[in-house]
């Protein structure tokens, strides 16, 4: 068991009385900030907050002496990223009153809103729960939303497999009521006896943990990047199980060498429902009991793998499932990309992939994402790619969307480099920026994209993505050309990730500005057509010719 000294936040969360702390007086008496108790800053995550300030604003509120312009940001807890009409309409409206009113789309697969007072939280959360919709779990020491394969055209069992979101995600929720105490009801609804939790007990986990399911041949969801990946396995039609991988992480810190980015290792298979919430619920308690809880930085599961290796957690879990792993099963992954625009999948239905560039959902965008949801002729699915699938539309309903795609002229002449973008938030909000991420990558794939076509390149699928920090929010440690923030203006160049993400990039140049950076991709596109052999993309030429050549 873990015997380092805790950090802080330990003692925070032990003496939190089951996560409440007092938040409520933080909210409802505190009138003199628009931020929360010190130590309430660490529990509101649980709740599915984070405290955030303005950034863009910091100096000029200080010259007035005034304190920091804070508001919150509310992730929604959506395991497997699907909601319907109706509540997409809670969505818009609630955002169309608190906030700022802008829909930002996350990485997995579900909701945010930022810009939320803090007098506003109780009203914000009451009217989400008023649609059956929550943020419980959504940030925080805990298991969080659980994503999975997006598009049904994946596989005719899409929609079975898909289910297994919903029971991870309900199967590893806190016991603890407070989210409702303080936010939605503000009285007991149970009696403190019935929230025993034999799971997090009063330590929870000693970091954030995140759960993957892929459905080859897609790996949209970047599975390895996740603590415990699920790979779907499919014999003639059906689900026979899933292979199981551990320790996926991508931060680090920079300037410390004991932080690294870490691939999941597969484990082996399992062949039941049964046994799959066994095993995620026991990884779980693994990593509750063994995790580094004195330096925060090094207790991501990755670590507690390694230290214990992936041969000691394997026999430390299979020890508490009670039974043994099968061998791992065969399987391919051949892309990555969502599915654009309009595809017929086996049941005969439409789906439709909307582009929304980083998952910032733009005025166009919503007013027309609006405007369908009154019809309720659709779901909403939320991509790991930060974009939005438009699912279940009939034969005779999809003339209707296409006639609503151009009234708010949604624009479907998009790159192939920007279709495969992704960033963060990143400034102004994210407390952790170094640099811009979501505000500036467009900018630079515009001014990319001309060196595509001057190299003959602007039809390759390149997965380009950026984050503000090493802590990679943006999945930037799994794609073909990354950048991490180190200061403003200025970005470490990672290269060498392979097209389906299973393989880490590495940095090839450090701290570029944006000339410098242009000048680095025009060098290493030119190498890449000059050099490449058949069939080779930019991220296995660039592994070749830059990290393993010698």
């Not at 997995?108 to 009203?123: A, N, S, V």
């Not at 974009?387 to 279940?392: H, M, P, Q």
């Amino acid at each position: 068991m873990s015997t380092e000294k805790q950090s802080p936040i330990e003692g925070i969360k032990i003496k939190s009385d089951g996560l409440r702390g007092t938040l409520k007086e933080s909210i409802t008496l505190d009138n003199h900030t628009g931020n929360v108790r010190p130590d309430d800053e660490a529990l509101v995550k649980f709740h599915g907050m984070y405290v955030q300030d303005d950034r863009d604003r910091r100096e000029e509120r200080a010259q007035k002496k005034l304190d920091k312009l804070y508001s919150f940001m509310i992730r929604l807890r959506i395991p497997g990223g699907i909601i319907d009409a109706d509540k997409w309409l809670a969505i818009h409206e609630t955002s169309e009153e608190y906030g700022t009113g802008i829909l930002k789309i996350t990485t997995r697969q579900t909701i945010q809103l930022h810009g939320i007072l803090k007098h506003e939280l109780r009203p914000t959360l009451q009217s989400f729960d008023k649609a059956k919709l929550d943020s419980i779990a959504a940030c925080g020491d805990v298991n969080r939303n659980v994503i999975v394969s997006s598009h049904p055209l994946v596989s005719p069992i899409h929609q079975s497999i898909h289910a297994y979101a919903d029971k991870l995600s309900k199967h590893l929720l806190p016991k603890t009521q407070a989210y409702y105490e303080i936010f939605v009801d503000n009285e007991k609804i149970y009696e403190r006896e019935t929230e025993k939790d034999d799971l997090y007990e009063d330590r929870y986990l000693p970091r954030k943990f995140k759960i993957a399911i892929a459905i080859p041949p897609t790996n949209d969801v970047d599975v390895f990047a996740n603590d415990l990946g699920l790979i779907a396995i499919i014999e003639n039609d059906k689900l026979i199980g899933f292979n199981v991988a551990i320790g996926g992480g991508l931060s680090t810190t920079h300037g410390n060498p004991n932080t690294y980015s870490r691939l999941a290792s597969e484990i082996g298979f399992v062949d039941s429902e049964e046994k799959v919430l066994k095993l995620a619920y026991e990884v779980l308690t693994i990593q509750r009991d063994y995790g580094n809880r004195g330096d925060r930085k090094l207790a991501r599961l990755k670590y507690t793998v390694d230290k214990l290796t992936v041969d000691g957690f394997k026999a430390e879990l299979e020890k508490r499932i009670g039974f043994k792993l099968e061998p791992s099963k065969a399987y391919q992954f051949t892309e990555r990309s969502d599915n654009y625009y309009w595809h017929q999948v086996h049941n005969g239905s439409w789906y439709y992939t909307l582009f929304v560039e980083n998952g910032a959902v733009k005025p166009n965008q919503k007013a027309f994402l609006h405007e369908l949801a009154l019809l309720r002729i659709n779901n909403f699915i939320f991509t790991a790619n930060q974009n939005l699938l438009l699912g279940e539309i009939s034969s005779e309903n999809k003339q209707i969307v296409e006639n609503l795609l151009q009234k708010h002229q949604i624009n479907d002449d998009i790159s192939e480099l920007r279709k495969n973008s992704m960033a963060c938030v990143a400034l102004p909000t994210c407390p952790l920026a170094l640099a811009e991420a979501q505000r500036y990558l467009p900018e630079l794939v515009t001014k990319i994209e001309p060196l595509l076509a001057k190299h003959n390149l602007q039809n390759d699928d390149i997965t380009i993505r950026m984050t503000g920090c090493p802590n990679g929010c943006g999945r930037s440690y799994v794609s073909e050309i990354g950048f991490v923030g180190t200061a403003a203006g200025q970005y470490n160049l990672m290269l060498g990730g392979d097209r389906y993400g299973v393989r880490l990039n590495k940095i090839y140049k450090e701290k570029l500005y944006e000339n410098e950076i242009l000048e680095e991709l025009d060098l290493v596109f030119d190498n890449y057509i000059k050099e490449r052999i058949p069939y080779e993309t930019l991220g296995d030429y660039t592994n070749r010719k830059y990290f393993t050549a010698n």
